[in-house]
């Protein structure tokens, strides 16, 4: 059983907190890879819940994979975020510690035909090409416009 499997089966949908991570990583021409999410058809960047022994690090990494099928490392931790809401389809509530890298690619890798059930497409955008995006949450377009920036916030 995985962790948030575990914490559910004591307090079911109620609200908790509970820890993230996830990386952008960007082309050659600056664009960002996106992915179009299997839970709530939405434009996200890919991440996902750490689990139990592991550091913010290695959950951003392995999320990474998992969701794009692309190895990758860290250039760097980019935020923190500490207050953000979340609501899933499922009725779960959280409040989530979401860890933000800079990511760079191990190896040369084709996202074209890339899809499980987390993930149903992947893409990568422009700043601009992003702004056009309806369906990208109120906290990944903050994660963006800092990222496209490089100013971070802090406290949030």
């Known amino acids: 059983m995985d962790y948030i499997s575990y914490i559910r089966s004591k307090v079911g949908h109620d609200k908790v907190i509970l ?55 860290a250039k760097r931790l980019m935020n923190v975020y500490t207050n953000f809401d979340e609501s899933y389809p499922n009725g779960d509530k959280v409040q989530t510690v979401v860890f933000l890298y800079e990511l760079q690619a191990l190896e040369n890798f084709d996202i074209s035909n890339f899809h499980n059930e987390e993930t149903l497409r992947l893409g990568f955008f422009s700043k601009e090409e992003i702004a056009e995006l309806e369906n990208v949450s109120d906290k990944h377009r903050l994660m963006l416009d800092e990222y496209f920036s490089d100013s971070f916030a802090i406290g949030l």
């Open 19 to 73: 820890n993230f991570a996830g990386g952008i990583l960007a082309d050659e021409e600056g664009r960002v890879l996106l992915q179009l999410r299997g839970d709530k058809k939405t434009w996200a960047i890919p991440g996902g819940a750490m689990e139990l022994g592991e550091t913010s690090l290695q959950a951003a990494v392995r999320e990474f994979y998992e969701e794009t099928g692309i190895a990758v490392e």
